[in-house]
Nanobody, 120 residues
């Protein structure tokens, strides 16, 4: 099992910044991807940013140029730096990790979610 614990959400005015952190613990060997999804009220959960081991980060078009994802493998932590926040960024943000082991299908893990609210 993998446990993901998020921190860093909160309330910020439009144009402000927040940094989310997600620490992974437990059976972390085999984690090949970590990232962030978000879900706004009445909407489906959507990908925000994803970083795959050995690859370049992927971003949703709506956050490109404003958000930056980074992973610290030594600390088993992934960060999301969010700048120039907009009210449309208001959502619950979920940390995500995918673990792949030999001869097994990939398995997805989710954090409990952290609320980000951007006021206009």
């Amino acid at each position: 099992q993998v446990q993901l614990v998020e921190s860093g959400g909160g309330l910020v005015q439009a144009g402000g910044s927040l940094r989310l952190s997600c620490a992974a613990s437990g059976s972390i060997s085999g984690i090949n991807a970590m990232g962030w999804y978000r879900q706004a009220p009445g909407k489906q959960r959507e990908l925000v940013a994803l970083i795959i081991r050995g690859g370049s980060p992927n971003y949703a078009d709506s956050v490109k140029g404003r958000f930056t994802i980074a992973r610290d493998n030594g600390k088993n932590t992934v960060y999301l730096q969010m700048n120039t926040l907009e009210p449309e960024d208001t959502a619950v943000y979920y940390c995500y990790a995918q673990r792949t082991l030999p001869r097994e299908p990939p398995y997805d893990y989710w954090g409990q979610g952290t609320q980000v609210t951007v006021s206009s």
